[in-house]
């Protein structure tokens, strides 16, 4: 009989590589989304999806730079999960976090605290694994930061991962079974944000200005000071940013 997990956000960025290594793995995967009638945030749907499942993944996210946003989003995702899972006798919850987000608990961040929280005071046995952002970070910014002709590109120290090598690590994981906090993982080695956008920009064509901006506060100390890169005993992926550009020409 073929194992089964759940894929929570199975839809996303990162959630299609997670569906597609699990496959490839063995495993029968549900995908919890919109598109297959569950919604995490209202918590419904979840009757009966996870019947027979050992374990859930969860990559869900959302856009928002704002705390309270973010955390009324990860907080009714995460309570839902768990409470379905405990209700089926899933043994097993995996959620993926972001390096540095506990030291940076602002905007997006805030959620990402509320929700690791959440994992390890809840009742269901866990794994929780922090990654650096993916190489798709700079055509997000492109497209959430883009005001007419230019783009407004945050001061960053940044370590980008490839997003399949993030759900490779992810359902290695799932295989592990629980495991508590584990190593984070970041990518091969650190990018500037600022040139990432400028070379994503050189890759794709895009006619656009870019505008580097040190942002304000404690978060944009954070984004320049290295917090949100990975630190002494991490994990590595080893694509570079500059493979994966040149993967997608």
Known sequence: MRRKIAVAGGTGVLGRHVVEVAGKRGYDVVTLAHSTGIDL??????????????????????QTQSARASEKFFGAVTSHLLEAEKAAGV?????LSIVGANKAPYGYYAGKVLQERLVTEGEVPWSLMRATQFHEFAGQIMERLRRGPVVIVPQMR??????????????DLVDAGPSGRVPDFGGPRE???????????????????ILP?????????????????????????????????RSKG
């Open 191 to 209: 990018e500037d944000a600022v040139d990432m956008v400028r070379a994503f920009k050189e890759a794709t064509g895009a006619r656009v200005w």
């Open 158 to 171: 940044s370590q980008p991962v490839a997003a399949g090598e993030v759900a490779g690590r992810l359902i």
């Open 91 to 95: 043994g097993h919850h995996l959620a």
């Open 213 to 245: 901006v040190p942002f304000p506060g404690a978060l944009g100390r954070a984004l320049r000071d290295g917090s949100l890169v990975a630190g002494r005993g991490a994990d590595h992926g080893t694509q570079t940013y500059a493979d994966w550009l």
């Open 41 to 62: 945030v209202a918590g419904t749907g979840l009757d009966g999806a996870l019947d027979d499942v050992e374990a859930v993944v969860d990559v869900t996210s959302i």
